[in-house]
Nanobody
Framework: QVQLVESGGGLVQPGGSLRLSCAAS????????MGWFRQAPGKVREFVAY????????VYADSVKGRFTISSDNAKNTVYLQMNSLKPEDTAIYSC???????????????WGQGTQVTVSS
């Protein structure tokens, strides 16, 4: 079992930045690849970013490429999502997930956090 807890969400103006954290506990963190997903009201959950278990490979959705950066600190069992140049369309609940490998599909991940709200508005 892996427990995931996100933090760092909030209200930010367009063009601003936020850093989300996902703290993991339970089974060895470095066993899993980690993904970030988001879900806006009335929309389906969408893939945002992924980092593999050793932190050396990353994948991004086209909509966030060049603006968001995913990173991990295995010593702290934590994954981060640095979000820069935020846009109103980035407003959503952001959730981290742990899985055995890379996928853009949410149901391929085994463990999920509860999510953290990000609102981009002036």
């Amino acid at each position: 079992q892996v427990q995931l807890v996100e933090s760092g969400g909030g209200l930010v103006q367009p063009g601003g930045s936020l850093r989300l954290s996902c703290a993991a506990s339970g089974r060895t963190f470095s066993t899993y690849g980690m993904g970030w997903f988001r879900q806006a009201p009335g929309k389906v959950r969408e893939f945002v970013a992924y980092i593999n278990r050793n932190g050396l490979a990353t994948v991004y959705a086209d909509s966030v490429k060049g603006r968001f950066t995913i990173s991990s600190d295995n010593a702290k069992n934590t994954v981060y999502l640095q979000m820069n140049s935020l846009k109103p369309e980035d407003t959503a609940i952001y959730s981290c997930a742990a899985g055995s490998g890379f996928s853009r599909t949410a149901n391929r991940y085994d463990y999920w956090g509860q999510g953290t709200q990000v609102t981009v508005s002036s």
